[in-house]
């Protein structure tokens, strides 16, 4: 299995073909929290880009985890072909309002 990081001159960066994410916590009605997704789940992992801080949903299966090198915290990382949605871009405006 080809791993999702390489080393650049001034880093870390995301291989072509895989997206990291930090995982995003959810929680229920009740307030616990859901764990991230396993490979035995059919849950969909909810993971943060860590570049763009855009949200997206993803397959579980064949997922990494790993330290992001940058900041040392855990990450997934998964191949862009698992993932099922992702979250809408925002553009901002210049004066301080937000469109669609």
Do not use: C
């Amino acid at each position: 299995m080809t791993h999702p990081m390489e080393q650049s001159v001034n880093g870390y960066m995301v291989m072509p073909g895989w997206r990291v994410g930090h995982a995003k916590e959810e929680s229920t009605r009740t307030g616990l929290l859901v764990p991230v997704g396993s490979e035995n789940s059919s849950d969909a992992l909810a993971l943060v880009d860590v570049t763009t801080g855009q949200q997206f949903w993803a397959v579980p299966t064949g997922a990494w985890r790993l330290l992001w090198p940058p900041t040392g915290e855990l990450v997934i990382a998964v191949r862009e072909s698992q993932i099922i949605a992702e979250q809408e871009l925002v553009a901002e405006s210049t004066d301080g309002g937000t469109y669609l």
